[in-house]
């Protein structure tokens, strides 16, 4: 079974400073998808950046980037430029590319990330 | 509709009542997830539709927990005989497909407190 792993219980980060929130994940997969959600107090989960494994090319979405190891395990969130409004909760997600093997996504723990103002 | 609707938005109950919990999902998604978040926790697979059928239960905890799709649309998750325990956020979840490329697009949940 996948597993997805978030060691980071708490970040803080300074208003307009980056801060980059860690990920990992175990699977025997070749292809799969790997997502970073948000969770303000709202409880909505906002979904923030997708990654599918067999590109290698890090997916950006404007102030959001990751940095995707895949021989590595490892799928990271860094967020450039922090708002007040990125408080909240992450979730780093994984989902199989393949149907057979189950359509629901695997999540982390999550990592509660407070900004400094 | 514009997007996951679910209600109530929290329900208070008391030990042994049972209770429903409601899932609207986007107009024309197939596929629809029911997740639990405990308090400060990840979230928990529960079950997953694709249209009116459920290919994956194996998430309920257990047979006090049922789950059901209508139309294609609305789902209802009922939990019998609660207990302390069941108190958590529960979170429904709707997508084309299989929603794997793109994600899920989610509710804002039922926070569920038994007392």
């Known amino acids: 079974a996948q597993t997805v792993t978030q060691s980071q219980p708490e970040m803080s980060v300074q208003e307009a400073e980056t801060v980059t929130l860690s990920c990992t994940y175990d699977?025997?997969?070749?292809?799969?998808?790997l997502f970073w959600y948000k969770q303000p107090p709202s409880r909505q989960m906002i979904l923030v950046i997708r990654?599918?494994?067999?590109?290698?090319q890090n997916a950006t979405e404007n102030r959001f980037s990751v940095n995707f190891q895949k021989a590595a395990k490892s799928f990271s969130l860094k967020i450039s430029d922090s708002q007040l409004g990125d408080a909240a909760m992450y979730f780093c997600?994984?989902?199989?590319?393949?149907?057979?093997?189950?359509?629901?996504?695997?999540f982390g723990a999550g990592t509660i990330l407070r900004v400094k103002s | 509709g514009a997007g996951v609707s679910q209600s109530p938005s929290n329900k208070v109950t008391e030990k042994g009542k049972d209770v429903e919990l409601r899932c609207d999902p986007i107009?024309?998604?197939?596929?629809l997830y029911w997740y639990r978040q405990s308090l400060g926790q990840g979230l928990e697979f529960l079950i997953y539709?694709?249209?009116?059928?459920?290919p994956d239960k194996s998430g309920l905890p257990s047979d006090r927990f049922s789950a059901e799709r209508t139309g294609g649309s609305v789902s209802t998750l009922t939990i019998q005989r609660t207990q302390q325990e069941d108190s958590a956020v529960y979170l429904c979840?709707?997508?084309w497909g299989t929603g794997g490329s793109y994600g899920y697009t989610f509710g804002s949940g039922t926070r569920l407190t038994v007392v």
């Open positions: 979840a709707s997508s």
């Open positions: 699977t025997s997969e070749s292809d799969y998808y």
């Open positions: 990654q599918e494994a067999y590109k290698q």
């Open positions: 997600a994984y989902r199989s590319a393949f149907p057979e093997y189950g359509n629901k996504l695997v």
């Open positions: 107009s024309g998604h197939t596929a």
């Open positions: 539709f694709q249209g009116n059928s459920a």
